[in-house]
């Protein structure tokens, strides 16, 4: 992230969001805030504790008046806030990234992310979760005769199903999904 923020500086003032999530920031404790500060924006992150890879930010408008937010789940590689709409309603807003190796967290971690989702959907919560998860897929939803879907990646799709989440996008690169979900 770093050798590249100038760029995605840039970027962000071009277009201008409201929030933006990022996966595999590649930020450890040595990074300060200050490095990774966008200005007009709130700073959330959560670095990866063993190595430099992984890791998620997330940026929200300094006029949201942002909160940090946290979860009882365990999954290791997720940040939240939340912030009031022109209606007082809280609005939850996360990251996470789902590593496909398992020596970094070992096999628990698809288990801690359909976790997660579960936690989600009894929460009652208005939410919006960005992220990378990791599953090797070819389309959305996946299709159990696709030849490169995995039984996690339709384990994942099926606890979406259950806490009635819908990918709001879907965006393919090398095989992967990476989307954002949430609720009504």
């Not at 100038?6 to 003032?13: G, K, L, N, R």
């Not at 359909?114 to 929460?123: D, H």
Request: charged content about 25%; overall charge negative; some cysteine.
């Amino acid at each position: 992230m770093l050798n590249k923020f100038d760029d995605f500086e840039a970027w962000i003032h071009d277009i201008n969001p409201d929030i933006v999530g990022v996966t595999e920031s590649w930020a450890t404790p040595t990074i300060s805030d200050s490095e990774l500060t966008l200005r007009g924006y709130d700073l959330f992150r959560q670095d990866r504790p063993a190595t430099r890879e992984g890791g998620v930010l997330l940026y929200v408008k300094h006029r949201l008046r942002a909160v940090k937010y946290e979860l009882s789940s365990k999954f290791p590689e997720q940040v939240w806030c939340y912030f009031q709409d022109e209606n007082n309603i809280k609005c939850y807003v996360g990251v996470c990234y789902r590593t496909p190796t398992v020596n970094i967290y070992g096999s628990s971690n698809h288990d801690l992310l359909q976790s997660l989702i579960n936690e989600l959907g009894t929460t009652k919560k208005h939410f919006m979760l960005m992220g990378d998860c990791n599953y090797r897929i070819l389309s959305w939803p996946p299709l159990a005769h696709d030849s490169g879907v995995t039984r996690e990646a339709l384990d994942f799709y099926d606890c979406l199903e259950e806490n009635f989440f819908y990918a709001a996008r879907c965006g393919m690169q090398k095989k992967r999904c990476h989307f954002g979900f949430g609720n009504n």
